[in-house]
């Protein structure tokens, strides 16, 4: 089980690596992976990138990698949903939904 301090370090982590993944998507749409490449956002995603680094060291520190890699995973996932559903208007099946909701029980049984 991690400690507090160790659980929000995971879901901070989650939240940098999913800006920086929808920025990628923003920045990938109709441009072309070069474009993308050399699109200035790319500064502002690799310093995401980087601070989930650091993240993650401090939580291998406090915690067990596989609790750590599930939770992360999970809290990840949703996020990406989230982001998905509202910035990008993309759709969620039903079977999505309850696969969602049992990702979350799931994150839930992990640190409990």
């Known amino acids: 089980m991690l400690a507090a301090p160790a659980l929000a370090a995971v879901f901070a982590s ?15 749409l109709g441009s072309g ?15 995401l990138y980087l ?13 067990e990698l596989a609790v750590y890699a599930n939770l992360f995973i999970v809290f990840y996932s949703v ?3 989230l982001f998905g559903m509202f910035f990008f208007r993309e759709q969620l ?4 939904a309850v696969g969602v909701v049992f990702a979350l029980i799931g994150a839930v049984l992990l640190n409990g």
């Open 93 to 96: 099946t039903a079977l999505q």
């Open 79 to 81: 996020l990406m949903v």
């Open 14 to 28: 989650a939240v940098l690596i999913t800006i920086a993944d929808a920025l990628i998507k923003k920045v990938a």
């Open 33 to 47: 992976v070069l474009a993308a490449l050399s699109d200035p956002w790319m500064l502002l995603i690799c310093t």
């Open 51 to 63: 601070a989930q680094i650091v993240l993650a060291i401090y939580i291998f520190e406090k915690g």
